[in-house]
């Protein structure tokens, strides 16, 4: 049978219990609740990728396309699927590099492009048509240099000229250097 005494005892173990529990929540240490995020992981995207950059003047000095574009938060680079520099002077045609792939680091300073890389410019009423065929080209974008240990084919038609190593720049004055075992074919005019 149960009393009065008895369950004035169970309700006394129960509040005794629940202020055991409360003491031991007030005792343990409280755990950090940590982020895991994971090494070089994308922190945002973009398809169909376009950015344009101004001179002092407001025009415009040069252009990145890409079909995809992924900024990855622990180093601050930036992969580009497909793309499309294009570097203007308002004297000439613009310089348009073209590769499978790129990587800008160093906070917009370094540009890798592997694979096969295409740089052209059109011809204008003072300079004919140039193509340069390579690989693997860094460019520095702000100083308006490219470069590349392996071969390069530098076409101006009619003639053509193929070498290994190859530093280009394409700002005025323009110069482009093949380093070693430079070939050429050239038409007399």
């Known amino acids: 049978m149960i009393n009065e005494k008895n369950i004035l005892v169970y309700v006394l ?11 031991l929540k007030l005792a343990e240490p409280e755990q950090e609740v940590s982020e895991i995020v994971a090494q070089h992981s994308v922190d945002y995207y973009s398809l169909g990728y376009q950015k344009r950059t101004m001179n002092d003047l407001g025009l415009l000095s ?47 300073k370094d540009l890798f492009l592997s694979g096969p890389v ?15 065929k390579t690989s693997d080209l860094q460019v520095k974008p702000e100083t308006s240099d490219a470069e590349t240990n392996n071969k390069a084919e530098l076409l101006s038609p009619p ?31």
């Open 62 to 108: 040069s252009e990145v396309k890409a079909n995809k574009m992924s900024h990855y938060s622990d180093d601050g680079s930036i992969y580009l699927e497909a793309p499309v520099l294009s570097f203007f002077d308002e004297k000439l045609p613009p310089w348009v590099i073209e590769a499978d792939r790129g990587i800008l680091s160093n906070a917009g």
């Open 159 to 189: 003639d053509s000229t193929t070498g290994v190593g190859l530093k280009l720049h394409f700002a005025d004055p323009i110069r482009i250097t093949l380093l070693k075992q430079v070939r050429g074919k050239y038409e007399i005019h």
């Open 118 to 132: 295409l740089v052209s410019r059109a011809a204008s009423k003072l300079n004919r048509a140039v193509q340069i």
């Open 13 to 23: 173990f129960g509040v005794l219990a629940l202020i055991s529990w409360w003491l």
